[in-house]
Structures are given as C-alpha cells and as structure tokens.
C-alpha cells in the first residue's frame, strides 16, 4: 500500500519541486551570506575540491558506491520494506541493494537528491552542539559535506546509470535539480539555525510559492 501510494505521488511530487524551482532559487537571497558561519562553510566548500584532488580515486569511487547503496537502503528501510543485502563489486563498478517488496520510485531516485553524508553531519553536529556550542569548524564540514554531494551527484547523472531510466529521464529532467536545490537550501538553513532553520527555510519557501502562484494568477488576469 505505501509503494502504492507513493508511486502515485511521483508525478504531482515532481510538477510541485518544479514550480518551487524559482523559490528555491531566489530563496539564496535571504542568507546572509556575508556572515562567518558561511564564509567558514565556503571555506569548506572549497577545501573538499582542493581535497579531492589528491583523494586516491579507487577509494573515492568505493566511498560513492558505498553510499549510493546505503541511500537505497535507507529509503527502502523508511517505506517499510526489508533490507536482503547489500554489496559493492569488486572493482567499484557498481553495487547492489535487495529488498522485499515491490518497491517505488523513491527508492531508486535517492542516492541523486538525498545528501546522506550530509544528514549524517547534521545529526553529529547536534550531538556535538548538546555539549558544546556551534564554531566555525563545524559550519566548514558543512560546507564541506555540501561540497561532496554537489560532486557525486555530477559524477552519477550520466548516460550509462541504470537507475535512471527505471524512473524515466523526463521525470529525472524535472525532479532531480529543484529537489538538489531544496536540499542544498536546507543544508544551508541548518548551519545558520539548526534544526529549526529547516522550518524557517521551508516557511519561506511557502510564502515565496504563494508570491510566484499570485502572480501568475494575476497574469492570466483570474
């Protein structure tokens, strides 16, 4: 019933990330940029590309494979499905999740919108913030975790994946850069507020989608 219900929201969920697309965009605005949390974030930002350069690529791969796998475990286990298995090819190629159940569209889409690492960030920075207060340290592994899924994400997106034709390209071609935007806005929000920025950011995100609906109304003259 919940792959059902799911697969059935594929097409609104993707029709909604792309009429946000504009808010997600001008949403930018309303960072302050100019603060030290960020300019530590685009500090980290820029040290995981200088990082990467010197990265060993085999471990590199194996790090993106590994996961790859794992966000297909994760939505797979959060849609109440049962995990088999999960393994890495030998020679980083590829890998491999099984599952009982049908499974959904979401299951296969999210290693190329779902910031794992990022996520796994967040949570550590909490814990760390319970004890201790937020620094400029931690607002650059954000950035730097920002910095590594903008990289596998561009590194996955390519003519040969066979996820992506499972979901289908136009529908890859409208969810995947507004939803990357929504998370990347909501990354964002939580190095400047916390947890509860993410409920700030989306508030915002609402009231701009309200602007952009009313004017188009008013376009059509209704």
């Known amino acids: 019933m919940i792959d059902k219900i799911i697969n059935v929201l594929k097409w609104p ?5 792309l009429f946000s697309l504009p808010a997600y ?33 085999s471990a590199k791969t194996s790090m993106e494979v590994l996961a790859h796998e794992m966000t297909h475990a994760l939505f797979a286990l959060l ?7 999960l393994s890495i090819n030998p020679d980083d190629s590829g890998g491999n999740m099984s599952f009982e ?22 949570i ?16 650059g592994l954000m950035g730097f975790v920002i910095g590594y899924h903008l ?14 034709p499972k979901v289908g390209y136009y529908f890859c071609a409208a969810f995947l850069l507004p939803a990357n935007l929504w998370m990347i806005g909501l990354m964002l ?15 915002l995100i609402n009231y701009l989608n309200k602007q952009n609906f009313d004017y188009i109304i008013n376009l059509l003259g209704f």
């Open 13 to 17: 969920t993707a029709v909604w990330l």
């Open 189 to 203: 929000a939580f190095n400047s507020k916390g947890w509860h920025g993410l409920a700030v950011y989306q508030r």
């Open 79 to 85: 849609t109440l499905h049962k995990v088999k298995g």
């Open 101 to 122: 159940g049908e499974g959904n569209w979401l299951i296969i889409i999210a290693p190329y919108f779902f910031p794992l690492f990022g996520v796994l960030a967040m």
């Open 151 to 164: 990289d596998v994400v561009g590194s996955q997106i390519h003519e040969k994946q066979t996820d992506l």
């Open 25 to 57: 965009i001008t949403s930018l605005d309303y960072f302050r940029f100019s603060e030290f949390k960020y300019l530590a974030l685009f500090g980290g930002f820029f040290l995981f590309f200088i990082a990467r350069s010197f990265m060993d690529a």
């Open 124 to 139: 550590g920075i909490s814990i760390y913030t319970m004890f201790a207060p937020m620094n400029l340290l931690l607002n």
